[in-house]
């Protein structure tokens, strides 16, 4: 009898923050394991002594061992592993998010792309609330900059546009957003009253990125944790999370945190679905099923123009014949038309937008 030797592999650590190095952590992990990637890594600031404000004030600068590398070929070199760690354990249609300052983030957009990631979108996120330029030698460094990428080109990625534009009281969702550096009592403080993470993320900003690109019950990773923000929202959003951080101090204050969010109720955490992803519904298959009948006439929203509905689910109206979108982009002129939206069907002495008896149909297949 065979001894069965094939290796299981490793349970994801849903929901827990691993310690020690990103990239030896996201190595141990299962391949093609996780939904979304959202990497915050060190700026390499290149800070030459400190920085003090008119009145001689220090400022806060981040001078972390964490942030310091002694050359560009030795960040360039750490870049090039955690990516390469980062796209094993994406999933095929998988994205990451990766944020910078002008330090470091035209270097990583170029690793990113050395590596086969295929970029979707760069985001700039504009500081409502900036920290000012002491020195009066350069301009205000007013915001920074995030990459949106998907694993490879033809992916098919996450992208929630109706929830997103829902969030813009209705309007498309631009990619300059406007939105607070984190302050007040969002600012998390260590034992003796200090910033306990010098570059802490505003949460605002993950909650519209994992609205936008991630579903509830998926795994967010966050290869650099600090104190938690990813895991924060993650948790309120009903998405899982996977936490990497090598400082103790972080992880300490980072556990605390997100120990004392509450998940948001299932209601609240279903967003405006797009309609994309809804089932298909040929217009054909409402003459086959008998809900619009061979020769019916179909009157357009404007009342201007009128069509005849034939056996096979094309139009005739005037002197064109096609589909419900041809027929209604002829008559008006236009380049292209929604018939679903355009087309009226008579009932009752009332006209009925015909999308209504599409919606009946999607809502049988669910």
């Known amino acids: 009898m065979t001894k069965n030797t094939r290796k299981e592999a490793p ?12 990239i030896e952590a996201m190595n141990s992990l299962p391949e093609e394991s996780v939904d979304l990637i959202f990497a915050d890594p060190p700026y390499n600031l290149q800070l030459r002594g400190d920085l003090h404000r008119p009145d001689n004030s220090k400022v806060d600068a981040v001078d972390d061992d964490w942030d310091q590398f002694d050359s560009f070929r030795i960040y360039d070199d750490f870049t090039r592993e955690w990516l390469k760690a980062a796209r094993r354990i ?32 760069d985001v700039v996120w504009r500081k409502s609330n900036p920290m000012p330029n002491f020195r009066g030698k350069r301009f205000t460094n ?17 992208f929630n546009y109706d929830a997103l534009k829902a969030l813009n009281e209705g309007v498309q969702m631009r990619s300059d957003w406007v939105l607070p550096i984190c302050n007040g009592g969002e600012r998390l403080k260590d034992e003796d009253g200090e910033k306990a993470h010098p570059t ?21 990773l966050d290869p650099f944790f600090g104190t938690g923000t990813t895991g924060a929202v993650a948790k309120m959003l009903g998405r899982d999370f996977i936490g990497i951080e090598r400082e103790e101090k972080y992880r300490k204050v980072a556990e605390k945190r997100i120990k004392a969010i509450r998940k948001f109720d299932s209601e609240a955490l279903t967003v405006t679905a797009s309609k994309r992803a809804e089932p298909r519904v040929p ?51 236009a380049p292209s038309c929604n018939g679903w939206t355009y087309w009226t069907y008579q009932r009752e002495g009332k006209n009925v937008p015909i999308d209504l008896l599409r919606q009946q149909i999607r809502a049988e297949m669910n």
């Open 11 to 22: 349970a994801l650590p849903l929901n827990t923050i691993m310690s020690g190095d990103c």
């Open 142 to 158: 007013a915001h920074e900059t995030l990459i949106w990428a998907s694993k490879g080109e033809g992916a098919k990625y996450t």
């Open 90 to 121: 994406l999933k095929p249609n998988g994205a990451i998010w990766v944020i910078g300052s002008y330090h470091n983030v035209f270097r990583l957009g170029a690793e990113l792309q050395n590596q086969g990631y295929w970029l979707l979108n």
């Open 283 to 333: 217009f054909g298959q409402l003459v086959e099923r008998g809900m619009l009948r061979p020769g019916e006439q179909l009157m357009s929203m404007n009342g201007r123009h009128k069509a005849k509905v034939r056996a096979d689910g094309t139009l005739i109206g005037n002197d064109i014949k096609g589909s419900i979108h041809q027929v209604g982009a002829h008559l008006e002129g």
């Open 200 to 220: 802490q993320k505003p949460q605002s900003l993950l909650h519209r990125l994992l609205v936008a690109t991630t579903n509830p019950g998926d795994v967010v």
